[in-house]
């Protein structure tokens, strides 16, 4: 089981740059692409909280005994498949997963209209994912 000290630092750090996400997001998906500042603040923000979330993934499948998949994707669908959390909120974290490489390696090509529906629909996915694991400890 995870330390109950590193899940809450990553709880937290998840839930942060989620509230960042939501302090700067703009209303329509136009806004945000003619902002640069909400653009950055907003992806700098969703890879943080994915990294965030993988990691937490990655160490609650270590210390279960578990081999950590290769994939990024493969990690929450690891959890899923284990009963951990939710498979359909799996299903969604796998998907997303995908944006955080996209932002480390690849910037210069995003789709911001694409970043703009994740940080307003799946920044909740990460919330609750938070909360699926912080029941569980």
Known sequence: ?????????????????????????????????????????????????????????????????VVVPETYGEVFETLGTRGVIDTELADRLRAAAGLRNLVAHQYGVLDFRRVFTVAQHDVADLLAFCQQLSARQ
């Open 1 to 65: 089981m995870v330390d109950a000290a590193v899940l809450a630092r990553k709880v937290a750090a998840i839930r942060d740059a989620g509230s960042r996400i939501a302090e700067v997001l703009p209303t329509t998906a136009d806004a945000f692409v003619a902002d640069r500042t909400a653009r950055e603040v907003v992806s700098f923000n969703l890879f943080l909280a994915l990294q965030e979330s993988i990691a937490l993934a990655a160490h609650w499948l270590a210390d279960d005994g």
